[in-house]
């Protein structure tokens, strides 16, 4: 059993798998965007949906095999699991409202590719960063409507009337939309006024909106740095797996050499070590019996 859910992971961590759902998902995507056309189609168009919701279930059914609990510790996951469950929610009674749901299975794609996953978490990241700066735009927006509706709100009510008008319309000129039309109505009443609508959207077009894109692309940058970083630790440590090993190798061969060594270097110390020993030997029996050994000429040549 174990083999077999070894083998159920490597079908569902294989390349070859991740392509074909990414396939059935793009399919998925068209066959929700040729339903909107209706005609004689629709039928077996829903028949090819409710095919692809099954092999999404598969699909899923397969990956929490294979990784069990491992399964919910990735939030991409989570995602995954919820857009499936949405499918097998019966569009019918109160729950028809959650047929427009099923339009979030095209998000899909986003895990099926790696990098719209990077983007997607560098934008997470930066929503810190991001939302004091929105904060920031959000304030200088506010000041602006309330001295645009001093200024110009008795002459040009339509855009500068109130508050809400006056917050709509700067809105709308820091989108650079129709501002010409905004600022002519006031340059009839005041011709100095383009200066306020110049530093206006210089401030908040052109300074504070880049600083929002320039936090995005900072996220950005620290994960694809992220991402590198790791894959090149894993490249480190496969290298510095192989080099230890190969100094573990040299250590045992330095190892054999030097007992060799002291092996050959024993030896003739032990061959010539014979003759001191026999005759201190022969001392200790003369010594203990009381007489003289007499050793015959030449027996210690």
Excluded: C
């Excluded at 855009?159 to 917050?167: C, M, W």
């Amino acid at each position: 059993m174990a083999l077999r859910r070894d083998q159920i992971t490597q079908v569902v961590e294989g390349r070859w798998f991740s392509n074909t759902m990414l396939v059935v998902i793009l399919v998925n995507a068209a066959i929700l965007g040729w339903a909107t056309y209706g005609g004689s189609a629709l039928p077996y168009l829903l028949v090819a949906e409710h095919v692809v919701v099954g092999l999404f279930v598969i699909e899923m059914g397969l990956k929490l095999y294979a990784w069990r609990g491992g399964f919910f510790r990735d939030g991409w996951n989570w995602f995954d699991f919820f857009v499936v469950a949405i499918s097998l929610v019966p569009a019918i009674g109160p729950f028809a409202v959650l047929r427009i749901l099923r339009v979030l299975r095209i998000l899909r794609v986003i895990t099926a590719v790696p990098q719209m996953r990077h983007i997607i978490t560098a934008l997470f990241r930066s929503v810190p960063g991001m939302g004091t700066v929105i904060g920031l735009l959000l304030v200088v927006i506010y000041t602006a409507a309330i001295i645009a509706n001093q200024l110009f709100g008795r002459d040009v009510p339509q855009f500068f009337g109130d508050l809400g008008t006056s917050l709509y319309t700067m809105f709308l000129l820091m989108t650079l939309e129709n501002w010409p039309d905004v600022s002519d109505a006031v340059l009839e009443n005041h011709p100095m006024g383009w200066t306020f609508f110049v530093l206006y959207i210089v401030l908040t077009t052109f300074i504070m909106l880049n600083l929002v894109i320039g936090v995005i692309v900072t996220s950005l940058e620290q994960e694809v740095s992220e991402v590198r970083w790791a894959e090149d630790q894993e490249v480190e440590e496969v290298q510095h797996e192989a080099v230890m090993a190969r100094l573990a190798e040299l250590g045992q061969q330095v190892e054999r050499l030097e007992r060799m060594v002291r092996e050959r270097d024993a030896a003739p110390v032990a061959r010539g070590s014979g003759v001191p020993e026999a005759v201190a030997a022969a001392e200790g029996v003369g010594e203990g019996s009381g007489d003289t050994v007499r050793l015959p000429p030449g027996s210690l040549d």
